[in-house]
């Protein structure tokens, strides 16, 4: 049996809900170099993340099921200003800590950069702390 990498993650748990879900689907599939970036966080540039491996004659409707698990995520949370959808959970340049942070690092030879993640909206182009649930019909 032949596998072929389906998609890399950086956090063992959302790899561990698309191959749940990929599994409950009848799609044979199994994560390379999981304990390696769980035990070191620091290698998961190193090794290419969490990879999420499937047989090679499966990778057609992993794929469509990975895109179906995608869109049923991004429907289920919208932006309280517009209502879009078109959200994620990003990194703000615009918080004040990660500018602090990033001239600190400088001046102080320390490279480690606090971000601050927030949701942002790329419709209405707002920041929030919290998307609204949808709830499903």
Known sequence: MEFILLQSFT???EAHILM???EDE?????LKDENT???NPIWTGAVGGIKLMVTKDQLERALQLMQQYAQERKNAVACPNCGSHEI???SSPRKPLNWVSALTGFFFGDYAV???KTWHCFTCNTEFDQPVEMVPD
């Open 11 to 13: 956090n063992y748990i």
């Open 37 to 39: 970036v769980t035990i």
């Open 26 to 30: 009848g799609i044979v599939c199994w």
């Open 114 to 116: 606090a971000t601050d």
């Open 88 to 90: 994620e959970f990003v």
């Open 20 to 22: 749940g879900k990929l």
